[in-house]
């Protein structure tokens, strides 16, 4: 019989996650703009939002106000 191996989460301890969740909760806010971003031209505009534009806006995201 063949067996696979499953990976195991292994949780985090306390000083672990606080270093783990700043960095998840900040990928699910850009994710969760960029979805709103797409979903937001189709429904408004019917027009699509691709790669190229999404990811130039997660640049613009990125920066300070203040910065062009």
């Known amino acids: 019989m063949n067996s696979k191996r499953v990976p ?7 000083p672990g996650r606080k270093r783990f969740l700043p960095g998840r909760s ?24 691709g790669y190229h534009k999404t990811s130039a806006a997660l640049t613009a995201l990125g920066k300070p106000p203040g910065h062009a």
């Open 8 to 14: 195991i989460p292994v949780l985090p301890d306390a």
């Open 26 to 49: 900040t990928a699910r806010f850009a994710y969760n703009h960029m979805l709103w971003l797409r979903t937001d031209a189709w429904y408004q505009r019917q027009k699509r939002v």
